[in-house]
């Protein structure tokens, strides 16, 4: 069966949702695909699951730091009730989202589409038209070249565990596995995170992950580093994961094993028939975000090939480019803000700008403030041992170049760092701020 549309949109995640829904309202028809059901990646198998599981676990970590200081008695995280509660938050998502579009207009189609031409879309039965087309497929996990492949899971199954296994082996020390790591150990698993390097995130300060592998450990996490994971072998009920460390193989004993090596872009769709250029790093676009060999056809998200972070605030950025791109040609160029990332652990750890090696090699005049502030009040109220600040300053500026943080609220923290930086506010300006007391921000002027 043959239809045209005005827009032809493939993946249904942040990314391709927000330019869908802008090209509906002003009056084109949009047609919105995906392979699976609606909503994508952040709102079913990414951010949002994973936040409600983090604010139970942090809860949990708060008690028993506190315990004895006015609250008393047993706490524990009852596994498959915490995923009952998730699923209040993911299960009515898709048919929400397929509702509200087929309501105001736009057509929904299931099923994996890809490229006929330059201008069509296979999807099942259906030949779709397109005058134009918004590629926001987003990534999927990194393939592994180790044996026993099929017997590794992903974080989709873990965010769908409705019990915990007893024993976890995460291949791979990136935030997934730190993330997951940290939910699974405080509600009793026996947790291994793999790491085949000396450094796990790496993205992030070395200082404070040493400090987050302290407390890692003390919460029971066994992570092994330079152990690079050869494969898994089945062993009954039980999985077996192999590595080699110096030379040697090691092998773990695991109910689970469980992917955290990284994603890649999502870019099985025919692209050559569809003339879109494309790279094992996602799809080639100019600065409009416009593919520079098919222009009728638009790209955000994780699949790109730029420089901005594969995370939600970014795609959802992207896709006001591509809409007022699409709207009137060549209109915006993308110039990427400056992002924070958190790794949502228990304590959490953020960055933004910067590292602190980027800026010694950047040939600036820096100034590094590192301060632990366990001994601060924020943190001893709440009895918190691991919380740390790095800031790094142009000392000829005055403003900051980097911020990394370690701590409960460093979430909230690395966001008045992230409005710092964007703007250019000087730490000299930072410190007139008034900021409620007792906060972590009315930290801040004693960060800087
Ligand atoms: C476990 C996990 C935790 C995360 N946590 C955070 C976080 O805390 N903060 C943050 O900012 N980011 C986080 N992210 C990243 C964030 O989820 C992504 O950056 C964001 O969802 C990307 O949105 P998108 O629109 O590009 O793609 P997606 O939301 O991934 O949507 C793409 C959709 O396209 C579909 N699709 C792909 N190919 C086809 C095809 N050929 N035909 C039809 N449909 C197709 C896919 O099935 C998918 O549903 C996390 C990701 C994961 C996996």
Known sequence: MKKSYDLIVIGSGVGGSSVATACNQKG???????????????????????????????????????????????????????????????????????????????????????????????????????????????????????????????????????????????VGGGYISFEFAHMAARAGATVHILHRGDRPLKKFDPDLVDTL????????????????????????????????????????????????????????????????????????????????????????GDVLDTEGFPLTPVAGFESGIVVANLQEERSRVIHYPVTPSVVFTVPKLAMIGMSEKEAQNSAKNIEVNHQKLSTWFTYRRTNEKYAEVKVIRDKDTDQILGAHVLGEGADDLINHFTTAIQLGITTEELKQVVYAYPTAASNIEFML
């Open 28 to 170: 084109w028809s949009v047609a919105i695909i995906d392979d699976r059901p609606f909503g994508g990646t952040c709102a079913l198998r990414g951010c949002d699951p994973k936040k409600v599981l983090h604010g139970i676990v942090n809860i949990y970590d708060e008690y028993q730091r506190i315990q004895g200081k006015g609250l008393t008695g047993d706490l524990q995280i009852n596994w498959n009730e915490l995923m009952q509660f998730k699923k209040k938050f993911t299960e009515p998502v898709p048919e929400n989202r397929e509702d509200s579009w087929n309501e105001v207009g736009i057509d929904t189609y299931r099923g994996k589409a890809i490229f006929l031409d330059e201008n069509q879309i296979q999807i099942g039965e259906y030949q779709l038209r397109g005058t134009k087309i918004v590629l926001a497929t987003g990534s999927m996990p990194t393939p592994l070249p180790i044996y026993g492949i099929e017997h590794l899971s992903y974080s989709d199954d873990f965010l769908e565990l409705e019990n915990l296994p007893k024993t976890i082996v995460f």
């Open 213 to 300: 592998l302290e407390k890692s450990k003390e919460i029971g996490i066994q992570v092994h580093l330079n152990h690079a994971v050869k494969g898994i072998k089945k062993d009954g009920e039980n999985f077996i994961v192999e590595a080699e460390y110096e030379n040697k193989t090691i092998s773990f004993v695991a109910d689970k094993v469980v992917h955290g090596a990284g994603r890649i872009p999502m870019i099985d769709m025919d692209l050559e028939k569809g003339n879109v250029q494309y790279s094992k790093k996602g799809i080639k676009v100019n600065d409009h975000l416009q593919s520079p060999s098919n222009p009728r056809v638009y790209a955000v």
